[in-house]
């Protein structure tokens, strides 16, 4: 009863909702698609373009630059309500508010990737952990020579699994975006939170649900606990939290058809080889869609919606990075040590390392100034500057 819009990725997913729905509609539909060109990401606007063309909807598309990213921020912390870690939410926001003067709803691909497995992570961690398996009694002398290569290397890869292959998949796995060598959960954290942070802060109480999560379903196989893991927190506590704030910022409503319980229910009872086959994620739904969606959308690599923030915060939003966490206002709240995030941020700009930690900083920080503003300015030797409890994660 009111126009409705696609949001396009470029992905398999809302690729697939479009073409669905194309099908059957009465009126002319329209798509929605936001994209950048810059190094290391890949532009979705092209793939969402050829999606639009091949089902003949009327197309729209924008990018933003790193000073509409960087202006919105306390925006966009004030619309989430709650410092959540989700640069593509400023994105989202952007495209929305493209959205809004045409359609009153929108539809996207969300859950499609928890369902089916769709994330480039999924298959690591099996293909890791099938390397544990046989490696036996061996893994704790691999870690060592994983570790002496990557001094060598310096590869992100290594530096991220390496360590784990001596892990228990208990013990690291923490959601898709989350692992023990995030810097709060590592001991890096050590050198940036003061004392009392560290005393107030509790790491294990901030692990514990999603242990009870993975124990809900320790008898099955390890991909089905990550996907049960990822779609009770993940996709609802983030993924789906953004996506609703940002299009409600814009007054518009969004649908996401793919978690329809049913699909849902059925992608579940799958066995897991249906999801990923060899190298290959979401196996099953890429062969379903082989005739619907365009070869060169349904076999490219997965890139999620990119949004090029690592490099803006080295780059064009630096001194502005620099300034908000090593503000005064920042430093009296009694959180950080000053020398651990002057490191943090020195490292951060020469490797490119961390710019999702110091994302969450910032929001953690703009989310004080937005709903705590009495909190400001009181050194952490007054005891009162860290409120109590304190659980701090990735997100």
Known sequence: DVPVGFLLSGGVDSTAVLGFAAAKAQRPLSSFTLGFKAHGITDERPYARLAAKTYGVQHHELTITADEFRDFMPDY?????????EPPAIALYYVSRLAKDSVKVLLSGEGGDEA???YQNYRSVLWLERLKRALGPLRNSAFTVLSDLNRILVSEKLAKYGPLVGVPFDQYYYGRTSSP???FNSSRRDDIYTKELARRSDKQQSLRVMRECLDRVAKCDTLSRMLYLDTRMWLTDDLLLKADKMTMANSVELRVPLLDHR?????????????????TTKYIAKKVLEKRVPDAILNRRKTGFPVPYASWLRNEMKDWLFDLLLDSQTIGRGYFERKGLEDLLRESVSTGWYSKELFSLATLELWHRAFLPTSAGRGASAGSAVPSPVVLGSN
């Open 77 to 85: 912390v004030w619309h989430m309500e709650e410092p959540v870690c």
């Open 116 to 118: 089916f497995a769709g």
């Open 181 to 183: 060598l995030c810097l």
């Open 263 to 279: 699909l849902l229910e059925f992608a579940a009872s799958l066995p897991s080889e249906f999801k990923v086959h060899g190298f």
